[in-house]
């Protein structure tokens, strides 16, 4: 069964500072990948996917994320935060005709 | 807008108490699902029904009782609950099942304290 995994279980950065969360997944087959973000109090919402093409993807709020096939990874970047940004984050994978699998979450807090 | 709704928002419950969740998604989307969030846990699949027909049980204790009498709407029957069944339930939904390329939509969730 895939696994997925998210390193960073809490970050805390400034606004402006620049942002790197970690995802890997355990399965080397075609996969589709996705970021959800959290906003506090807020439904989970979808941040960006990926299914084919270009490997790097670009999402809402001027988020990206890089698939990167030798590395089984998908991580989110983004290169100024601002306060807002504070939420938490899910990565997740999905093989064909599998559930989508979730990985821990990583909670970002921005400061002032 | 996520266009799925969930009721109620929060509910607190004893042991011995029945009582319902309940999902409607106005996105004509024809898979739902049931997931449970817990505090430093992965999202866990729950169920999974597609055009009103469940497709899949994640090995969920019998006291959760799912029901999905059309596509837009799923309930989630809660009876004689136990104190770590205490979590955020989160309703989804997607155009189909079929094949990796689909989005799942979440509902805001209910929010389930057992006592």
């Known amino acids: 069964a895939q696994s997925v995994s998210q390193h960073n279980h809490h970050v805390i950065l400034s606004e402006a500072a620049s942002l790197e969360l970690g995802c890997n997944y355990s399965?080397?087959?075609?996969?589709?990948l996705f970021w959800y973000v959290q906003y506090p109090g807020q439904h989970l919402q979808l941040l960006l996917k990926y299914f084919s093409g270009d490997p790097l993807v670009k999402g809402i709020k001027g988020f990206e994320a890089e698939f990167i096939k030798s590395k089984f990874s998908f991580n989110l970047r983004k290169p100024s935060v601002q306060w807002s940004d504070t939420a938490e984050y899910f990565c997740a994978v999905k093989l064909r005709r599998s559930k989508l699998t979730f990985g821990t979450g990583t909670r970002l807090q921005v400061t002032l | 807008e996520t266009g799925v709704t969930q009721t109620p928002r929060h509910l607190v419950m004893g042991m011995t108490n029945k009582k319902s969740l309940k999902c409607e998604q106005h996105?004509?989307?024809?898979?739902m699902y049931w997931y449970k969030q817990s505090a430093k846990k992965p999202l866990e699949l729950m169920f999974v029904?597609?055009?009103?027909?469940?497709?899949e049980n994640n090995s969920v204790p019998s006291r959760f009782s799912p029901e999905c009498p059309n596509s837009s709407h799923l309930f989630l029957h809660l009876h004689t609950l136990q104190p770590e069944d205490s979590a955020l339930y989160l309703c989804?939904?997607?155009?189909?099942?079929?094949?990796?390329?689909?989005?799942?939509?979440f509902g805001p969730g209910t929010r389930l304290l057992v006592l």
């Open positions: 029904y597609n055009f009103k027909e469940q497709t």
């Open positions: 989804a939904s997607s155009p189909r099942l079929a094949g990796g390329a689909e989005t799942q939509y």
């Open positions: 996105l004509g989307h024809n898979a």
């Open positions: 399965y080397g087959g075609t996969v589709n």
